[in-house]
């Protein structure tokens, strides 16, 4: 089945510094790839649409200045977390769709755990 | 947004007893989806369901779909150790975001 791979796993930072998260999809091309946060036993909320060769699609609520996405080709999207307080910590998840599929099929990474002290 | 509600939140079952989730949704659809993810891991796809099917199996999971309820349920089948997850539903609205339920937290005992 198709593979998605995030890196970092976990990451530690202080407060105030600036976090990339990349997501790669590993044995297919994918277009649009979504980043997804998750806080403890809650579900995921979607944050942006991510689109290779153009501007990322921010969900209501979502500082776009603060979550910077950068999908540069079609098997990497990188999320920054610029300038990063304790209150972003969180479980960040990408998703990618292989655009050769008809429908909708998202492949999820395993996501990156991101505590800021 | 989400849309998606799930119940039970949580659900503990004994090994090879069944498990039924149940998923409400508010808007319509193009597909509904099923997922499970372990404990801080990531989502690994189940099923996937057509607005205009209404019943799906793979192997030991049977989902259904009742569009003019707008509900959807998930049923494991003689369930194991090894199904100790939690349970997502998330519904596409043709615009290829998914929308996820609260999750259903299944705990199967040995």
């Known amino acids: 089945g198709a593979v998605v791979s995030q890196h970092p796993s976990w990451v530690i930072c202080k407060s105030g510094t600036s976090v990339k998260i990349e997501c790669r999809s590993l044995?297919?091309?994918?277009?649009?790839m979504f980043w997804y946060r998750q806080f403890p036993k809650q579900s995921l909320m979607l944050m942006a649409t991510?689109?290779?060769?153009?501007?990322?699609?921010?969900e209501q609520g979502v500082e776009k200045d603060k979550f910077l996405i950068n999908h540069a080709s079609l098997t990497l999207s990188t999320l920054t977390v610029t300038s990063a307080h304790p209150e972003d910590s969180s479980f960040y998840i990408c998703?990618?769709?292989?655009?050769?599929?008809?429908?909708?099929?998202?492949?999820f990474g395993p996501g990156t755990r991101l505590t800021v002290l | 947004s989400q849309q998606g509600e799930e119940d039970p939140q949580a659900l503990s079952i004994q090994e090879g007893e069944n498990a039924t989730m149940n998923c409400s949704y508010k808007?319509?659809?193009?597909?509904l989806q099923w997922y499970r993810q372990n404990s801080g891991r990531g989502l690994v796809h189940l099923i996937l369901?057509?607005?205009?099917?209404r019943e799906k199996h793979s192997g030991r999971l049977r989902v259904t779909l009742d569009t003019s309820k707008k509900s959807s349920s998930l049923l494991i089948t003689a369930s194991r150790a090894a199904d100790t997850a939690s349970y997502f539903c998330?519904?596409?609205?043709?615009?290829?975001?998914?929308?996820f339920g609260a999750g259903t937290t299944v705990t199967v005992r040995a």
């Open positions: 991510s689109n290779e060769g153009s501007k990322a699609t921010y």
């Open positions: 369901i057509r607005s205009n099917e």
């Open positions: 998703s990618a769709r292989d655009s050769v599929l008809a429908y909708n099929e998202q492949f």
């Open positions: 044995d297919f091309q994918a277009t649009t």
């Open positions: 998330a519904t596409d609205a043709n615009d290829y975001k998914l929308s």
């Open positions: 808007t319509s659809i193009n597909n």
